[in-house]
């Protein structure tokens, strides 16, 4: 194949140029090369191809190139129908939230609409700092529009947090502190709103994110969201005043992130005060005048007798959301609050509806709130309001007293004797003065009561928490329960961490 590719390549050279080449030079020439090209194809080296090794290499080749675009295809396909997978999830899942919405507003609108109720934070709303109860002439309209069972406005049922309130009916403020919690919030919640009450949640700031449904809810529903610090630092009252100052500001913070109400209300871990958190915390400070001990006991029957046996109209009950014994204590003491005539409000309410004079700043803590005339009322007003609570307020000698002077008041009209008459009225004076002091009396010994159920926190110079004997008579329950170490005495570790997990019952 070669020679003659070279002889006929020879040839036409010859015959295109019109050159003459002898056959013996050229036959030389070439011969040799043909002779080099036959030693090279002998040897491997630059071996001339056939026709058939190039239409082999060439189809090769055109395989090659059809494998390759196969696979670009077929990655291609791959992202096309990963595009077409996410594409479809997305619309999926925007279907199912965008349904799960509505029925959510659904439900809610139904809701709204049978209890026709409406939560005025304008008019309407409890002002804490000044402890007034605003209710402008617009708010009133309103409110008679939403009263049903009567045909003309009763001023003692008055619109609060979503419901009407019996300002006519003994009151108490049942408190959950260390929250939220969660499951165990949610179905306390479920109790209180069962029995048209509202309760007050003191949250430590920390844990708020991780249950931020249930904190929502208490605002939306009319729960009171209270301030109980950051990190429920034990030895808060210890510390500096910028440190407790911030403290309750990033609790107060998060608070008014999540829900969008700033709280008005703050409770001390462990109820102990100094001199430093007098200065730093300036909102008003709730202490309680019922300490159900639940920490300790974890049991619930124990909860309910305490409450059962104490309670009477204006206590703060303590509570704390953290154990599932505390939530079954509330779901059965806040029926049986409720069939004993008590209307359960939040402490805000408590101060707005008993008259109560509550100020932040004065590094007072407030543990109970009895009801007090408005301060506009006449002294025959405040003596009736008193003896209309007479269980807390006025001795029973005083009833006795008021009782002999009525009939004596009746005898003496039915004799119809002038001298008679004055001297009934003399003793009605009398008996009247008497079961005004007797409440005055009773109020000051109920206040210097409130004034030693605070923990004051020892000046020592070395700053060691040393409690007197008395302090340790009536030691503060969720002081020890914080600075025990879970439930466990004897475990190791994050105290704070395994006190808040302490969740189970005893």
Same mark, same amino acid.
């Given at each position: 194949?070669?020679?003659?590719?070279?002889? !006929?390549?020879?040839?036409?050279?010859?015959?295109?140029?019109?050159?003459?080449?002898?056959?013996?030079?050229?036959?030389? &020439?070439?011969? /040799?090369?043909?002779?080099?090209?036959?030693?090279?194809?002998?040897?491997?080296?630059?071996?001339?191809?056939?026709?058939?090794?190039?239409?082999?290499?060439?189809?090769?080749?055109?395989?090659?190139?059809?494998?390759?675009?196969?696979?670009?295809?077929?990655?291609?396909?791959?992202? @096309?129908?990963?595009?077409?997978? #996410?594409?479809?999830?997305? $619309?999926?899942?925007?279907?199912?939230?965008? #349904?799960?919405?509505?029925?959510?507003?659904?439900?809610?609108?139904?809701?709204?609409?049978?209890?026709?109720?409406?939560?005025?934070? +304008?008019?309407?709303? #409890?002002?804490?700092?000044?402890?007034?109860?605003?209710?402008?002439? /617009?708010?009133?309209?309103? *409110?008679?529009?939403?009263?049903?069972?009567?045909?003309?406005?009763?001023?003692?049922?008055?619109?609060?947090?979503?419901?009407?309130?019996?300002?006519?009916?003994?009151?108490?403020?049942?408190?959950?502190?260390?929250?939220?919690? +969660?499951?165990?919030?949610?179905?306390?919640?479920?109790?209180?709103?069962?029995?048209?009450?509202?309760?007050?949640?003191?949250? $430590?700031?920390?844990?708020?994110?991780?249950?931020?449904?249930?904190?929502?809810?208490?605002?939306?529903?009319?729960?009171? $969201?209270?301030?109980?610090?950051?990190?429920?630092?034990?030895?808060? =009252?210890?510390?500096?005043?910028?440190?407790?100052?911030?403290?309750?500001?990033?609790?107060?913070?998060?608070?008014?992130?999540?829900?969008?109400?700033?709280?008005?209300?703050?409770?001390?871990?462990?109820?102990?005060?100094?001199?430093?958190? &007098?200065?730093?915390?300036?909102?008003?400070?709730?202490?309680? /005048?019922?300490?159900? #001990? !639940?920490?300790? %006991?974890?049991?619930?029957?124990?909860?309910?007798?305490?409450?059962?046996?104490? @309670?009477?109209?204006?206590?703060?009950?303590?509570?704390?959301?953290?154990? =599932?014994?505390?939530?079954?204590?509330?779901?059965?003491?806040?029926?049986?609050?409720?069939?004993?005539?008590?209307?359960?409000?939040?402490?805000?309410?408590?101060?707005?509806?008993?008259?109560?004079?509550?100020h932040g700043g004065n590094g007072k803590q407030y543990s109970s709130f009895p009801y007090a005339a408005p301060p506009d009322a006449t002294n025959a007003e405040t003596a009736a309001a008193?003896?209309?609570?007479?269980?807390?307020?006025?001795?029973?000698?005083?009833?006795? /007293?008021?009782?002999?002077?009525?009939?004596?008041?009746?005898?003496?009209?039915?004799?119809?004797?002038?001298?008679?008459?004055?001297?009934?009225?003399?003793?009605?004076?009398?008996?009247?003065?008497?079961?005004?002091?007797?409440?005055?009396?009773?109020?000051?010994?109920?206040?210097?009561? *409130?004034?030693?159920?605070? @923990?004051?926190?020892? *000046?020592?110079?070395?700053?060691?928490?040393?409690?007197?004997?008395?302090?340790?008579?009536?030691?503060?329950?969720? %002081?020890?329960?914080?600075?025990?170490?879970?439930?466990?005495?004897?475990?190791?570790?994050?105290?704070? =961490?395994?006190?808040?997990?302490?969740?189970?019952?005893?």
């Amino acid at each position: 194949m070669a020679r003659n590719y070279y002889s !006929d390549h020879n040839n036409r050279n010859n015959g295109g140029s019109g050159r003459q080449y002898s056959s013996g030079n050229s036959g030389n &020439r070439y011969s /040799s090369r043909d002779n080099r090209s036959q030693e090279r194809n002998h040897t491997g080296r630059n071996r001339v191809m056939t026709n058939a090794e190039k239409q082999e290499l060439m189809e090769r080749h055109r395989r090659a190139m059809r494998k390759k675009k196969a696979r670009q295809r077929a990655y291609t396909y791959r992202l @096309i129908a990963l595009g077409c997978v #996410i594409a479809v999830v997305f $619309v999926v899942w925007k279907f199912v939230t965008g #349904i799960t919405g509505y029925i959510t507003d659904s439900r809610q609108q139904k809701v709204d609409a049978m209890q026709n109720i409406e939560i005025n934070k +304008g008019n309407d709303s #409890i002002d804490v700092v000044g402890q007034t109860f605003a209710a402008e002439s /617009s708010a009133a309209e309103s *409110t008679e529009a939403t009263v049903e069972t009567t045909e003309a406005y009763d001023p003692t049922h008055v619109l609060s947090n979503g419901r009407y309130v019996d300002t006519t009916k003994p009151m108490v403020a049942l408190t959950w502190d260390d929250g939220p919690n +969660g499951s165990t919030g949610e179905k306390i919640m479920d109790a209180l709103e069962a029995c048209n009450g509202r309760g007050t949640f003191f949250l $430590v700031g920390n844990r708020i994110d991780e249950f931020a449904s249930e904190v929502q809810r208490m605002a939306a529903n009319g729960h009171e $969201v209270a301030n109980h610090s950051w990190d429920h630092d034990t030895s808060l =009252s210890k510390k500096s005043t910028d440190y407790i100052r911030e403290e309750f500001e990033k609790t107060n913070a998060k608070i008014l992130e999540v829900t969008g109400v700033s709280p008005a209300l703050v409770r001390l871990p462990g109820g102990i005060i100094t001199d430093a958190v &007098r200065s730093a915390v300036t909102q008003p400070m709730i202490f309680w /005048s019922i300490d159900t #001990i !639940d920490w300790k %006991t974890k049991n619930a029957q124990s909860t309910v007798d305490i409450i059962e046996s104490q @309670i009477k109209d204006g206590d703060v009950v303590l509570m704390h959301e953290l154990y =599932s014994a505390t939530q079954a204590a509330s779901e059965e003491v806040i029926p049986w609050l409720y069939e004993q005539g008590y209307q359960l409000v939040t402490v805000s309410e408590l101060i707005a509806f008993h008259n109560a004079e509550v100020h932040g700043g004065n590094g007072k803590q407030y543990s109970s709130f009895p009801y007090a005339a408005p301060p506009d009322a006449t002294n025959a007003e405040t003596a009736a309001a008193g003896t209309t609570s007479a269980s807390s307020t006025v001795s029973e000698s005083s009833e006795k /007293s008021s009782s002999k002077s009525s009939e004596t008041s009746t005898k003496a009209a039915s004799k119809e004797t002038a001298s008679e008459t004055r001297k009934s009225e003399q003793s009605t004076t009398k008996a009247a003065t008497e079961a005004e002091t007797s409440a005055t009396e009773t109020a000051a010994a109920a206040t210097e009561a *409130t004034e030693a159920d605070v @923990i004051e926190a020892p *000046t020592e110079e070395d700053d060691t928490y040393v409690p007197t004997s008395a302090q340790e008579a009536q030691k503060v329950s969720e %002081t020890a329960a914080w600075m025990a170490v879970g439930q466990n005495p004897g475990a190791g570790g994050d105290v704070q =961490s395994d006190a808040i997990q302490a969740a189970a019952p005893n």
